[in-house]
């Protein structure tokens, strides 16, 4: 493997759990601070001051949950593609571990965007449900990363599990742009062309600014959590390791 | 500001179940995020360390 | 199979020759428990009877369920035999022969979906029309709804090996090839019953027979490998 010059030394480094725990240590007190502000920044400007919709009026606000939970609920699969295809050609265990710790946040942003999205129907479309190509694609994401998680648990072996997860991650991925695409068109086959939950078509920037506030503060504190949840997950693996029992003494 | 007052805040312009249901079930899938594996992570230094004095006297 | 184990004996077989063998052996295993066969045809017929049974028995109105009806009572059945896929050749060893042997595993994997697919696909799609009868589908539908099960059940049974191969380790895994593999069978269950819609409606349907035929070759392609990944990832542990 170290003939492979064209990957940067870091992408090895990543192979070491103990590398990970370390960097991640020093890594997450700063993501955790930039969660805090723009989250909490990100809401007050989201419900205090930014502008009600003209036709919604300000159930428009959860908008500025909905997307970035769908944002990141979408992100994370495509990690968990990504990771999985490392660990399965590299073998290496770190991404194995992403794979596993990624999962969970993952399938509850989607809830979250299923649930915000389901919320924001009511006012807007009077009923706590509607079978829109977004939301119905959204809920078959869900699907795809509770079937992973299933798969995950009901196999002992660690090993086992984690490659047969990245295979199911692969899969999936393949799969979703082909449900993306069969769900839309069946979609527009049953619906009539209604107002589509998230269309943007020109966000003046007193929209779009928390919005972005919004995914950043969201991209961040996905970040914390995969640090967090990888962080014990390392332990767990390794630790049998004499750094993880110095590491355990020391506590 | 988009409001006049607390209670128009609270209300937003009738909207305000949907809004405040949202932003709740937000706030609480973020921190429940945040906390469980923190929870997690006490629950397994603890074991650890309990196994760690067994195989020691073992 | 093969009698001998040493590889410098063994010779190199023909694709087409391990594929027609192999073939032959998944028939000759199943027809041994005929009764086996015939369980998700059985379950077919009684998944489209629950409807009427539990929902209402009017002409008018399952007319208009019939296309996804049919459809989805395909789609479980066809779940339904996934798992006996390769347990019974996990369970007696075979399947970790067959990973050693130097025999090309594509090859081997589409013959063993193949035969599956002939005695379960094959047969729901003759079925159908029994079905459609039953479900009042009007006889325009008829044709839609056999090319549309003929191109689509390939590709369930493609799809549905990987979550069989996922979980050929495990003891239950039942319940849970369902859960893995009917997100992915949601666009072949969206085309399939589209189509027969569109015949019933007079409209044309080589649109959705073409995108069903897309889909098979995509699994034709893809899902041998993902299914001897899977495979080996569950003889391994």
């Known amino acids: 493997m170290a003939d492979k010059k064209w990957l940067p030394r870091w992408f090895f480094q990543l192979a070491s759990p103990r590398w990970c725990y370390q960097i991640t240590g020093r890594l997450l007190p700063w993501f955790l601070l930039a969660t805090l502000i723009l989250l909490a920044g990100g809401a007050v400007w989201s419900l205090l001051f930014a502008p009600a919709d003209y036709q919604q009026g300000n159930s428009f606000r959860i908008i500025y949950l909905h997307v970035p939970s769908a944002i990141l609920a979408q992100s994370a699969y495509m990690l968990m593609a990504v990771a ?65 998680m299933a798969l995950n648990s009901a196999i002992e072996n660690e090993s086992t599990a984690a490659q047969a997860s990245a295979v199911l991650a692969l899969v999936g991925v393949v799969n979703i742009p082909i449900i993306k695409y069969s769900v839309e068109w069946w979609n527009t086959l049953h619906q009539p062309a209604t107002f589509k939950l998230t269309e943007k ?25 995969l640090m967090q949840r990888l962080r014990n997950e390392i332990i767990w693996r390794e630790r049998r390791a004499s750094w993880v029992r110095e590491l355990l003494n020391k506590q | 500001m988009s409001f006049n007052s607390v209670s128009e805040f609270l209300a937003m312009g009738g909207h305000g179940l949907y809004v405040w249901l949202s932003y709740g079930l937000g706030a609480g899938v973020i921190v429940a995020n945040l906390i469980l594996p923190k929870l997690s992570r006490n629950r397994l230094l603890a074991e650890q360390k309990r196994r760690l004095r067994r195989e020691e006297t073992a | 199979m093969s009698t001998g184990t040493n590889p410098e004996n063994m010779q190199k077989v ?33 998944v489209a009877t629950l409807f009427p049974l539990g929902v209402s028995p009017e002409p008018g109105f399952l007319a208009q369920l019939a296309p996804g009806v049919v459809w989805v009572a395909a789609l479980l059945a066809t779940l339904l035999s996934m798992d006996a896929l390769f347990r019974s050749d996990y369970e007696d060893g075979s399947l970790e022969q067959l990973l050693l042997s130097p025999q090309p595993l594509f090859v081997v994997v589409l013959a063993k979906v193949s035969a599956h697919w002939c005695m379960t696909g094959l047969a729901l799609t003759v079925m159908a029309p029994l079905l459609a009868v039953m479900l009042f589908l009007p006889a325009e539908g008829m044709p839609g709804l056999m090319l549309s099960l003929l191109l689509g059940t390939p590709t369930l049974s493609l799809v549905g090996a990987i979550g069989a191969a ?72």
């Open chain 3, 166 to 237: 996922l979980t050929v380790g495990l003891k239950k895994g039942g319940v849970l090839i369902s859960l893995l593999v009917l997100p992915l069978y949601i666009p072949v269950l969206i085309f399939g019953s589209s189509a027969v819609q569109a015949a019933v409606t007079g409209l044309p349907l080589g649109g959705y027979l073409a995108l069903l035929g897309a889909l098979l070759a995509l699994a034709l392609a893809l899902a041998p490998l993902a299914i001897a990944a899977a495979l080996r990832i569950s003889i391994s542990s």
């Open chain 1, 201 to 225: 078509p020109a966000m003046p920037p007193d929209m779009w600014l928390p919005l972005l506030v919004m995914v950043i503060g969201f991209y961040c504190f996905f970040a914390v959590s």
């Open chain 1, 84 to 148: 999985g295809a490392i660990g399965l050609i590299w073998k290496m265990k770190m991404a194995d571990m992403v794979l596993k710790s990624a999962a969970p946040i993952g399938a509850s942003m989607a809830v979250l965007a299923l649930a915000t999205g389901a919320i924001w129907g009511k006012p807007t479309w009077g009923s706590w449900w509607v079978w829109d190509a977004r939301l119905t694609s959204m809920l078959i994401l869900l699907f795809l990363y509770l079937g992973i």
């Open chain 3, 14 to 46: 023909s694709a087409p020759a391990l594929f027609m063998a192999t073939m032959r052996r998944e028939f000759l295993l199943s027809f041994r428990r005929k009764s086996d066969l015939a369980n998700p045809l059985i379950f077919f017929l009684m």
